[in-house]
């Protein structure tokens, strides 16, 4: 799976998982020649991005230490950089979690060079900041449109 998912971040096509994601997969499966398998695996990959993370509820008073579970599947080198990321605010608390969600599902399915786990985690990262229109909060309403002084905001 993590061969579709670099081809997906490395071409951009992920934010047509929004927009046109029936003619992405048509796509990948007609030009790309990816397998039905694979494209469902990375569908069921991105499910929990695409549906928001609105219902993580995270105090940022507290502190957060890596599970066993992390520690095991993630290289240490990711976990370090996903966290130095969240203490320099280059990405949020619920950015944080999701990344070491994704990542550490990534490697239940099997063992990663840290390069391409590397590669996951930059274009996760730029996904989760360019594309993540369900991530919005809820004055956004959930939508990449909302309405405020009588403008519509793109």
Known sequence: MIEILQFLFA???DQH????????VKELLNEH???AKEISEALEWFAPILQGGTDLDINPLAIRSI?????KYLPKSIIRQILEWEQSKTISLIEREILLDRLGELGLDGEFEDDDMQLI?????YHLQHYKYNLLNSSGGGSAYYCSNNFTIH
């Open 11 to 13: 071409t951009a096509k």
């Open 17 to 24: 998982l929004y927009f046109n994601q029936e003619g992405l």
């Open 33 to 35: 020649k990816f397998t």
């Open 67 to 71: 599970s066993t579970w992390e520690e």
């Open 121 to 125: 985690l930059e274009g996760l990262t």
